[in-house]
Each structure stands twice: as C-alpha cells, then as structure tokens.
C-alpha cells in the first residue's frame, strides 16, 4: 500500500520547519533545568530573576525576598546568554552543520567577528509593551514558560497546568487579533 | 551568598543554564517571529518544545526522590516544591499571554534572544524588568506593614 501524498502533506503542513529542531531543543532545555535539578534539587524557572535582580536596587519587600537566591539567579541567566551565544557561534555560524538548521525566513543575519548573529523584525514597540505585561503577569501569576511550563508541567502541578492553559489560550487570540488588525511583523 | 555553598554550585547553575541557552537557541524560541507563527497556527512547533522540556525534567523529578535522599551541592530533599493556586495564577497568566501573545518573548527565550545577537531584545527585557518593578513596588505596599508609607 503507498502512502497517501496528500496525507503526507496535510500532516507536513503545520510544520513548515519539520518537527526534530523543536524537539531536539526541546530535549536540550529539559536537559539542562534537569542538570541544576539533580546536582541542586532546584526546579529553575527563569522570571524570578527579574525580581531577584531588582533586589540589587530596590529595598522594597518584595524583591528582597529573593535575595538569597539572586546571585545564582545571575549566573543562570548569564548561562542562558552564553549558551545561546555558543549556539549562534556554532551551529548558526555554520561551524557545525545539521539538516535540522536552516538560517530560515525570519528576521536578519548579520556578522560580527566572524559569527553569524541574528536580528528580530518584530517592532520595538512589541516588544517593549510586551514585555511590561509579560514583566507583570509572570510575577503575579507565580511563574513563565520555564518556571510553569517546563518545570511546573514536568512535576504534574495544577497550578502550572493551569497557568499554563491559561497563558497559552490568551496569548493565541492576542496574537490573532493583533495579525487580524494588520499588525507586521 | 553568606551562606556556605559547594564550590561546585554555581558551576553547576551555569552548566545547566548553558544547556538551557543553547537549547532555546536550537529550538528557535529566541527568535520571536516563530513563536508568534505558533500563536498564529502557521507552525506547531513550540508545544513540541515546552513538552519535550517538561517530559525530560518530569522523568527528573519522578525518578531522583526515589533514588537519592538529598541533592549532593545543597543537602536540599528532592521533593515537590508545588505553588498555591489562587486567583492570581489565572489573572497573572491572562496578562502574562497578553503580553507574550503581543511579542512574542517569554523571559528565557528573551535572555536567549540576545545571546544569539538580537540586540532589539533589549527593548522587551527593559518592560520586563519595568514591569517587574511595577508589580513589585504595587504588592510591596500591603506587604510592608506601614500603612502611612503610601
């Protein structure tokens, strides 16, 4: 019996960039929360180094609560950068080469030092509205994708599931309604 | 950072960070674009990654209570560390999807976005520190005790 070629397609369709480069990543960002978690036994999630940072700078009750864990916060976040850096001098720059990289149709690539960095088209505007809102809501709703949904997820907690759901659903008919208003890129 | 930590410890957060980093990277979540082309149904990779994540820290979380007592750099118990649910988890999570739905970044992918060169990604972690201060210096208030401190 052969396949199908449209059902090949219609299954192709909503992966326009395949499905192992997600899945690869995936893995790889478990991975490393799961690194702290067995040496630590810390779930890391990465928003409340916001607030932990802001401790440096504000005596205000609800940053210095996280004083304790603000210097480790720093160096994960450090590590977060870097690691993303490495990614960009690698397997961005062509210095390793995988099918499951294709510099893509997103954004602009430019070079620095002969590595291949790469540049968002989303609006500052977007990006800065955006990101007081995400700097809200994370905090109040106790966690972001990482902390929620990576750490949160993978210990079965309702309370992420459902902040997860939460977020996820909002987010989609935001960004639908922003495309429907003609709003590029 | 009184306290007396193995030196190992923050090596370790950034081995672990490192990882983290090069897997947002790998996984194009540090490119905004492609996590609003998910939010638009144009490409539905993301929730292959945020599950993909969570099945290796889920496998983690199941199996090292099990086979050790206490984690080796810290002494702390591996055990379920579970936030309350309240009403703030829904509210905080719609204005949160608001603001990820409108940019497309979430605080990791952010701080990976600039280690891939997008420089751009200083505007978003600038409302996010913003609106982390905002939310703080609000919940502060009651908290303080202080009811003539504004």
Redesign the interface.
């Known amino acids: 019996m052969t396949l199908d070629p449209a059902l090949l397609q219609a299954f192709a369709e909503p992966f326009p960039n395949g499905l192992s480069r997600y899945v690869v990543g995936g893995l790889l960002v478990g991975l490393g929360a799961t690194v702290i978690y067995v040496g630590t036994g810390i779930a890391a999630g990465a928003s409340t180094f916001l607030e932990s940072t802001l401790s440096y700078v504000s005596d205000r009750s609800r940053f210095q609560r996280y004083v304790a864990s603000r210097g480790w916060r720093l160096v994960f976040t450090f590590g977060i950068i870097l690691g993303a850096a490495l990614f960009a001098a690698t397997v961005q720059s062509g210095l390793i080469t995988t099918s499951l990289y294709q510099s893509g149709s997103t954004g602009r690539i430019y070079e620095l030092a002969g590595v291949t960095l790469w540049l968002t088209d989303v609006q500052p505007w977007r990006l800065f509205l955006g990101g007081i809102l995400v700097g809200i809501g994370t905090r109040v709703g106790k966690g972001c994708t990482s902390g929620h949904g990576v750490c949160g997820v993978g210990s079965a907690s309702r309370t992420s599931i459902a902040g997860v759901v939460t977020f996820l659903l909002v987010a989609i008919v935001t960004a639908q309604v922003v495309a429907a208003l003609g709003v590029t890129p | ?1 009184a ?1 007396n930590r193995h030196p ?3 090596p ?23 996590v ?2 998910f ?8 929730p ?14 199941a199996v ?1 209570p099990r086979v050790a007592d ?5 002494g ?10 309240d009403r ?34 200083l ?15 609000w ?2 208030r009651p ?2 005790g202080d009811a003539s401190a504004r």
């Open positions: 950072m306290r190992a410890f923050l370790l957060i950034l081995v672990g960070g490192l990882v983290f980093g090069f897997g947002l990277g790998f996984s194009h979540m540090a490119r905004p674009e492609v609003l082309q939010l638009q149904f144009q490409d539905f990779g993301l292959f990654v945020m599950f993909g994540a969570a099945i290796v820290t889920g496998i983690a979380f090292l206490a984690a080796p750099l810290t702390d118990p591996f055990e379920r560390r579970l936030k309350s649910f703030n988890v829904l509210v905080g999570g719609a204005i949160f999807g608001v603001g990820w739905g409108l940019s497309g970044i979430c605080p990791g992918a952010a701080y990976a976005s600039l280690g891939v060169g997008n420089v751009t990604i505007w978003a972690i600038a409302g996010m520190f913003l609106g982390a201060y905002l939310q703080g210096r919940r502060s908290a303080s």
